[in-house]
């Protein structure tokens, strides 16, 4: 089992966990990551990431799908994505999503790949229903629930400020990054966090409320290519 995989899940996971949007209660357990086969216990209750997780894995030809490769693959985006099969996962999800209403994946066989941004604009609803009615609150799960990207301008204790991009409405109806606005995010909760440190000028990978981890340059770029594959 990966320990930096492990731990690498539980900074992106936390902060819907901690919200109760996903995954089982006490998500306390996933910030203090002490303690790594529990947090690999509790990745296996995460019903959506789990399942990318797998299939990504499987695809791969990696035994453990809490491997670092295949976490990051997931959040973030990476190599093992370019080897799978598109078809072949809608056919996968159409197994485990039983039940799954709204969202376009289901027709999605020539663009699908096991990463959050797919799950986030093809499978939730929400997509649909802002193209559907407008509703500001669609708009504002799906500012949230996406991986984004920010620069850190300021730490203060437990929370920071940062400049990020905000989905918005294009003139055409489709999705487009905002204007650069400023944010007061979480990056630790009494002292516990799954980061070493913040500081200002740090380039940060975003989720809800929380600062998930520290991106390269790279990393922030596979990021925002994958969230224009989708939103649009």
């Known amino acids: 089992m990966s320990a930096e995989g492990a731990l690498m899940f539980a900074r992106y996971a936390y902060p819907p966990n901690a919200l109760g949007y996903c995954g089982p209660a006490g998500a306390e357990a996933m910030l203090r990551g002490d303690a790594t086969a529990d ?3 509790r990745a296996r209750r995460f019903e959506g ?6 299939f990504l ?4 030809g990696i035994a453990d799908p809490l491997d670092e490769r295949v976490v990051e693959a997931y959040w973030v985006g990476g190599d093992l994505l370019a080897g799978v099969s598109s078809a072949a996962l809608v056919s996968f999800l159409t197994t485990r999503f039983v039940g799954q209403s709204g969202g376009s994946w ?8 096991p990463h959050h941004t797919f799950q986030v604009f093809e499978v939730y609803p929400w997509a649909e229903l802002l193209a559907r009615t407008g509703h500001p609150q669609a708009l504002s799960v799906l500012d949230q629930c996406r991986i984004r990207t920010g620069v850190v301008t300021a730490v203060s204790g437990e929370t920071a400020t940062v400049e990020s991009r905000p989905l918005t409405m294009g003139p055409d109806g489709g999705l487009v990054p905002g204007e650069t606005r400023r944010e007061s995010v979480r990056w630790s909760v009494e002292g516990w966090s ?3 440190g913040l500081a200002a000028g740090d380039r940060v990978a975003l989720h809800w409320n929380w600062v998930c981890d520290t991106l390269t340059t790279d990393q922030a770029a596979r990021i925002e290519v994958m969230e224009a594959r989708y939103r649009t």
């Open 106 to 113: 289901r027709t999605a066989a020539d663009r699908a790949l």
């Open 57 to 60: 894995a499987s695809s791969a």
């Open 39 to 41: 947090i690999a216990r």
């Open 49 to 54: 990431a789990w399942s990318y997780l797998e």
């Open 194 to 196: 799954l980061l070493p």
